[in-house]
């Protein structure tokens, strides 16, 4: 009866599944199988998935739950070939899980046995949010207990939960690394996972995924009680890329292949991974989970351009380098009669390898021509919208324009509508209230964005004067040589 009892209250809990990624750690694997299967929580599945290790680490996986006969559902996954940590992850999510609520854990850290307990508890009680994360201690490759880095960072930082969502993303992009909340001490719904799909890039830094689809109109939970032994060795996944090493690795940049050194891999990591945290800001937007900051989404696509531009011009030989030249000459030579016109920048051109966010313009005056040529082309222009109806049917700077009514009809369609114009709340609430455009599709230029460089009037009054001087000096010149 006791059995049937334990069942009972197992089975109305909510699912959790608690996955070990594993990856050549004979020498600690056991300790953490054991701290996993030591959980005091009912209704847990443990997936061990060994990413095909060349040393004893699947034998010992197999050796350590032979005898097992405990609650909890196991499965044990080895891996055929190497997937590396981004792909491991979204093999796992994809096919190994099948918890509501999913608890990440190393092969060589050891998670305190009421770690999945806590953490449920937790979530239930703050309304289940997306992203749930606890503290940490660290200690060695020999088990003794250190104050390191990521202990004192747990200790002294501040708690990004202290701050307004909208102010945890500006904080992030400003200050990735290190990341608030470790991966080791971290959950996240399934959901969370399936509402963005699995990631396209599938970049290495998992708990970085993961984290940065919370901040897209998700919600996070910390709270401070140390559920894990986080163990620092000189094998951890955060020192491989310190070794020297002599070895290369060929990896696609979109279309073009790289040769990366391994001692530099980690650049090409990073790439991935803001790769894909660009799709995955697009894909919230397309959602309706967040409302497009053009600030935010504009300095995640400089990080990428600038790591772009590195990965191409260090790694892709001659032919990188030329496309980089080809590319910037175009440009310049496209844009120049605007940069004449409005003192500012030419529009960066497009990473063909990461989708557009299609945007229209609401305002083809002056403000809209400047917000126009000050976003880069992964901002695809697909009108401008004015309420001018003198303007309807003609192209300002190539780009129709068109009447608000026209929003969103089959020719139109768009991810948002940035508003440039100082008349921002009466277009927002036409927008809204006449023409049904949800509230979170209409953004707003910001005043650096719409607002005439002070430069740009002194650029032009002194290209008008130097003209001026010119034509006066070929005057003078020409009446000279036609008096002799």
Not at 270 to 286: G, R, S, T
Request: glycine share 4%; charged share 20%; proline share 5%.
């Amino acid at each position: 009866m006791a059995n049937d009892t334990t069942k009972t209250k197992s089975s109305e809990l909510p699912r959790v599944s608690m996955f070990l990624f594993v990856f050549q750690q004979q020498d600690y694997i056991e300790e953490a199988i054991s701290g996993a299967l030591a959980q005091d929580y009912g209704n847990l599945q443990i997936v061990i998935s060994d990413d095909a290790s060349t040393d004893n680490s699947a034998a010992m996986i197999a050796q350590a739950i032979r005898d097992y006969q405990g609650p909890h559902d196991i499965k044990v996954n080895v891996n055929p070939t190497n997937l590396g940590i981004g792909e491991h992850f979204k093999h796992i999510m994809n096919n190994l899980i099948d918890g509501e609520l999913v608890v990440a854990a190393a092969g060589d850290d050891i998670s305190s046995s009421k770690r999945v307990s806590r953490i449920v508890e937790s979530w239930l009680e703050n309304g289940k949010p997306d992203v749930i994360a606890h503290d940490l201690r660290e200690f060695d490759q020999h088990g003794n207990n250190l104050d390191s880095d990521r202990t004192i960072q747990y200790q002294w930082q501040q708690n990004p939960l202290d701050v307004q969502p909208l102010q945890r993303m500006t904080n992030y992009l400003q200050d990735p690394f290190p990341l608030p909340f470790l991966g080791a001490a971290l959950a996240y719904t399934r959901e969370l996972y399936q509402r963005f799909e699995a990631p396209k890039w599938a970049p290495d830094y998992e708990d970085h995924l993961m984290y940065f689809r919370a901040l897209l109109g998700g919600s996070i939970h910390y709270f401070r009680e140390p559920l894990v032994r986080y163990r620092r060795h000189t094998a951890n996944f955060t020192n491989r890329d310190k070794k020297v090493s002599t070895a290369v690795k060929r990896v696609p940049l979109g279309t073009t292949p790289l040769t990366v050194p391994m001692a530099s891999f980690g650049q090409y990591r990073m790439h991935q991974l803001v790769c894909q945290q660009f799709e995955d800001y697009l894909k919230a937007i397309q959602l309706d989970r967040v409302c497009l900051d053009v600030d935010h989404f504009f300095k995640l696509w400089q990080n990428l351009n600038r790591r772009h531009d590195q990965l191409l011009s260090s790694y892709a030989g001659w032919r990188g380098k030329l496309a980089l030249l080809t590319s910037d000459i175009k440009h310049f030579v496209n844009y120049l009669p605007w940069r004449w016109r409005y003192g500012v920048r030419q529009r960066a051109a497009r990473i063909s390898y990461l989708s557009p966010i299609r945007i229209i313009i609401f305002g083809a005056s002056a403000a809209g021509q400047r917000a126009l040529m000050q976003l880069p082309e992964q901002f695809e222009v697909v009108a401008f919208a004015d309420n001018n109806s003198k303007l309807h049917g003609q192209k300002v700077l190539g780009i129709p324009v068109i009447s608000p009514a026209q929003i969103g009809t089959r020719a139109y369609t768009f991810d948002s509508v940035l508003v440039a114009s100082i008349y921002y709340f009466p277009i927002k609430q036409q927008l809204v209230e006449q023409l049904h455009v949800p509230i979170s599709k209409v953004a707003r230029a910001s005043q650096a964005l719409i607002s005439e460089p002070s430069s740009a009037h002194t650029f032009r009054r002194n290209s008008k004067l130097v003209m001026v001087v010119l034509a006066a000096i070929i005057g003078v010149t020409i009446t000279t040589i036609a008096a002799f």
